[in-house]
């Protein structure tokens, strides 16, 4: 069978069902994704010596014969096998742990390649668990070699997948390039079927950079040629409708609002005004740190839907966050008569008038073919399921789709991963708004951090004490992470003086309400929360926050609290 980059590792010679698993769960299902799974490293094998030049603490390639193997237990319980090699300049000890099918395949008398790290062992060299390579393979790729190393998983070994290359490569007489030969000539770039062979068995560490230079070009320049060609999809699709505002309208918006904008904002709205003229529906994205405005230029859009007549909706990831929007914008929408329903939980869905905006939850997803959106707004759309973001696109007539995030986007994924999509920066944070202090706190001054928490507290202020866990986790490497039961009854003893309450995914709906009033109105001093608290609650006075077990986040739920 004559193998393509498009077939399945399952024609591979060896790779049977439950190979084919462990290589899928590295993602690997193709010849494409097998070539594509390159080293992370390689170990210099190719200093070959004889038994009588090596030397304790280097890593060599010996080729010996065995003389004998044996097995042996060990009083920890373990199985350990010992060989003795010998080539024509002497004998050496060798030593594995746990590995009992080698004396299956190392028979008396037969000959190998050993490569691995001499050791000194009671005295005596030692060659330490070394690979093994038979002298009888044409080539050798375990042993005397740059022998590379691959990102594995259990019961799938770097030997295993270096072996599963070698016999694709050696099967593939030439490897089609995605990249055109002008291109590569003008960028000075080597042939992917150059690059994949010398990236897997490299003959020197020298230029491998130019070749892992040439994988990195040819990912970007992918991700560009894929989302200019969705940009021109997006292009040829017309919208029922073009969106457009007076300008009495649009300064009847900002004269509704309980605050001046701010320059980027102000910029962000015209971006969007454009954006609604478009006979194409708009792909943009609203990034800007939490506190900088973008729930009110997403407003925007909205306003300018319900004004010309059109439905439009607002979509949340979770029931609080969907309420604090409609809380915050039903006071501004009721001033220019516009008719706002919350869809989250208990709160069902009507049918109302033909310009209503819908704030809600994942709950609007199931209304898709009564509603018929002219605008979706979708706020940290990374907490939806591809198919979930992709429920109103689906419809005949393709709405506007403006999303919302805090998480800072670097310009290099803007410019490729994002490049369909347009981007407005709100980089500008009210002036009133305090710089934020980070500090890393080890256990030794836990008591120190208490101190300045309740001293702060004293003075009026309010404090979020975030964990990862509801309950406590019965895993060991798990036990020391405060979980959210246990950490509210040590915060009531540490702080008898202040009201302590906890917020969790299965606290009550009319509960996690109360409770978050309470915190708004000043009631509560501290809330113990899970990260069902992660995106945008507003509670000004808030202005502390101890996260328990930081380590057990992301970088982007970190940057989200």
Not at 65 to 81: C, D, H, N
Not at 340 to 368: C, M, R, S, W
Not at 403 to 427: E, F, G, H, K, N
Request: hydrophobic share 40%.
């Amino acid at each position: 069978m004559t193998l393509s980059l498009d077939s399945s590792v399952h024609e591979l010679n060896g790779v049977g069902v439950v190979a084919a698993k462990k290589l899928e769960s590295l993602s690997i299902k193709t010849i494409r994704d097998l070539l594509y799974h390159i080293p992370f490293r390689y170990e210099d094998f190719r200093t070959q010596k004889t038994i009588d030049q090596v030397e304790p603490n280097e890593s060599v390639t010996i080729k010996a014969t065995v003389q004998s193997i044996t097995k042996f237990a060990t009083r920890r319980g373990l199985v350990m096998i010992k060989a003795i090699i010998a080539d024509d300049t002497g004998k050496i000890p060798v030593v594995w742990f746990n590995q009992q099918y080698l004396l299956l395949t190392l028979k008396k008398g037969s000959e190998w390649y050993f490569t691995g790290k001499v050791s000194l062992y009671n005295g005596k060299k030692t060659l330490n668990s070394p690979s093994t390579e038979s002298v009888e393979h044409d080539e050798q790729l375990h042993s005397g070699r740059l022998v590379p190393i691959y990102p594995e998983t259990a019961g799938l070994s770097s030997r295993m997948v270096r072996r599963y290359i070698a016999d694709t490569l050696r099967s593939l007489s030439h490897i089609d390039d995605p990249l055109s030969l002008d291109l590569r000539n003008s960028k000075q770039l080597p042939s992917l079927d150059e690059t994949l062979r010398v990236l897997h068995f490299p003959e020197t560490v020298e230029g491998l950079e130019n070749y892992r230079h040439r994988l990195a070009f040819e990912e970007v320049y992918t991700l560009l040629r894929a989302a200019k060609k969705r940009k021109e999809e997006l292009k040829k699709i017309h919208v029922p409708k073009k969106l457009s505002l007076t300008t009495d309208q649009k300064k009847q918006f900002e004269k509704s609002l309980p605050f001046h904008l701010s320059p980027t904002q102000t910029s962000a709205l015209l971006d969007l005004s454009l954006d609604l003229l478009q006979p194409y529906p708009a792909r943009r994205l609203i990034q800007g740190e939490v506190g900088s405005g973008k729930t009110i230029v997403a407003a925007f859009a909205l306003f300018a839907a319900a004004q010309n007549g059109v439905q439009s909706v607002f979509i949340a990831p979770t029931q609080i966050l969907a309420h604090q929007h409609y809380q915050n914008l039903s006071p501004i929408f009721e001033k220019l008569h516009i008719p706002v329903q919350l869809v989250a939980g208990d709160d069902k869905y009507e049918t109302t008038a033909p310009n209503t905006i819908y704030i809600g939850t994942h709950a609007l997803f199931e209304h898709a073919k009564t509603i018929k959106p002219a605008v979706v707004v979708i706020d940290e759309e990374h907490r939806f399921g591809v198919m979930q973001r992709e429920t109103f696109w689906k419809a005949i007539k393709k709405p506007h789709v403006f999303t919302m995030t805090a998480t800072p986007i670097p310009r290099t994924v803007a410019q490729t991963v994002l490049a369909d999509q347009d981007v407005s920066y709100l980089d500008e944070i009210p002036a009133k708004k305090k710089q934020t202090i980070t500090k890393v706190v080890d256990e030794k001054n836990r008591n120190k951090a208490y101190a300045w928490i309740a001293h702060h507290l004293d003075k009026g202020a309010q404090a979020f004490v975030v964990c990862p866990f509801i309950d406590q986790s019965e895993l060991e490497d798990l036990a020391n992470i405060k979980s959210a039961e246990k950490t509210v009854l040590s915060m009531q003893k540490v702080f008898p003086k202040h009201r302590v309450a906890m917020l969790h995914g299965k606290t009550p709906k009319d509960q996690r309400e109360n409770i978050l009033n309470d915190m708004r109105t000043g009631k509560l001093d501290i809330l113990v929360a899970t990260p069902i608290i992660e995106v945008g609650i507003d509670i000004p006075n808030a202005s502390i926050m101890l996260i328990e077990g930081a380590e057990r986040f992301g970088l982007a739920q970190l940057h989200q609290l």
